[in-house]
């Protein structure tokens, strides 16, 4: 097929704009407002364990000392607030003396409660010390800690099991204490993944739709990188020739580098000029980008106005950004934008081709048919497994600000 634009990258990297907008974002606003929850929540369980230890201490025996793992645990909290104050985000060393720290109070716990689970003395610090590792699963990743948190919880639950002869059903106890130090662990992390992804999602999303309002040839987010780099690049050798620091002619390795970098940017200006907003808006997402091809040779598409812009992202969105049963998650689009002219040569309305394969009609968002409306008619062609939509977009070159048009639809079957 000649002329196709293809936007499928193997590794995507956003734009350094965009990831910096989108990590500032993260950062300042519900990111920092989860991980302060977290850092509660995990404050109050670990007072909760502490509750407990104080309602059982008076049954400690002789010898046994229920402070120690306690107060091995308040130095490596008290550690890791010092670091935090002078590095916002945990330095590696500092993540790795954690897990190896949190061996102390877990293992002197475990000795002093050891065999006393007939008398309903259960571990506490060495839960706590699990639950502390809440806060550090929004700071490097939640992998490590969720697998601390499990050897510690597994920990526990052994040296409860092997008390079942004395202890009987109090076991039930020290079980319990195993899973209260592995589970908010384990759902701190389901929430940080949770959170990123939808964080995530969206930043996408309200990325590529300021694509929507460029003029018609604008080049992306990171064609503007590059070209800013070329003009810097250009600028320094410029300088150069004008200070006097390289002479005229220019020695062979100068006058090397000026003409890689006049083929550089001849290159990027003739590769962009067909490029339009909507091949910008799917190279630059991180989701559009592996599922959507752009076919758009002449450039056609950079005439639609920007309510039905933002009409065709949103429906691409929906189609291809979604999450889908396993069985769906296969699903190609492959958009063709195509110009009918008039009988006298002018531009009539574009015509454009969105081919969904992979998924079926029923796994569709209705909303699409919604924001497809923005467009033109359109006319949906199903198959079990793929969704061929047609449109016809009013739309005048000279004013590309226009209003959208009038929303109308027909479906037929095959």
């Known amino acids: ?139 490097r990743g939640r992998r490590v800690p969720v697998a601390v948190a499990g050897v510690i919880g597994a920990a526990i639950a052994i040296a409860a099991l092997v008390q079942l002869p004395a202890a009987g059903s109090l076991v039930v106890v020290g079980v319990a204490v195993a899973v209260s130090a592995v589970l908010p662990v384990v759902v701190a992390a389901l929430a940080i993944v949770g959170f990123r992804r939808l964080v995530g999602r969206e930043l996408d999303l309200s990325l590529v739709q300021s694509t929507v309002q460029t003029p018609r040839s604008a080049v992306g987010m990171r064609a503007s990188e590059e070209l800013a780099r070329l003009d810097f690049d250009a600028e320094s050798l410029l300088e150069d020739v004008g200070s006097g620091r390289l002479p005229i002619p220019l020695p062979t390795d100068a006058a090397l580098r000026a003409a890689a970098l006049a083929a550089k940017l001849r290159v990027r200006l003739i ?11 799917v190279t630059e997402s991180a989701y559009l980008s592996r599922r959507v091809t752009i076919d758009d040779a002449e ?70 048919w919604d924001a497809l409306g923005s467009l033109g008619s359109h006319e949906v062609v199903s198959a079990s497994d793929s969704i061929r939509i047609e449109l016809v977009c009013p739309v005048d070159p000279n004013a590309p600000a226009a209003a959208s048009a009038p929303r109308s639809a027909r479906t037929r079957g095959r």
């Open 1 to 139: 097929m000649s002329g196709l634009h293809t936007t499928i990258e193997r590794s995507f990297r956003r734009p350094a704009r965009s990831a910096r907008a989108a990590v500032d974002m993260r950062e300042r606003h519900g990111g920092r407002r989860m991980s302060a929850g977290i850092t509660i929540a995990a404050a109050v369980l670990v007072v909760g364990h502490l509750v407990h230890l104080l309602a059982t201490a008076g049954a400690y025996p002789a010898g046994r000392d229920p402070w120690a793992g306690w107060i091995a645990l308040a130095v490596i909290l008290a550690g890791g607030v010092v670091s935090r104050l002078f590095s916002p985000r945990m330095p590696a060393w500092v993540y790795l003396a954690l897990f190896t720290a949190l061996a102390v109070p877990v293992g002197l716990d475990l000795v002093a409660t050891q065999g006393l689970l007939d008398l309903g003395i259960a571990p506490t610090a060495a839960a706590a010390s699990a639950v502390v590792l809440m806060p550090v699963t929004t700071l």
């Open 271 to 281: 590769e962009g000029r067909s490029d339009t907003w909507l091949k910008h808006a």
């Open 299 to 368: 450039g056609d598409a950079g005439v639609l106005a920007p309510a039905q812009r933002d009409g065709l992202l949103l429906a691409l969105w929906l189609i291809a950004g979604e999450r889908r049963p396993r069985r769906a998650a296969g699903a190609r689009v492959v958009v063709r934008v195509r110009s009918e002219p008039f009988d006298d040569d002018e531009r009539g309305p574009l015509a454009i081709e969105i081919e969904v394969s992979g998924v079926a009609r029923r796994h569709l968002d209705p909303a699409i």
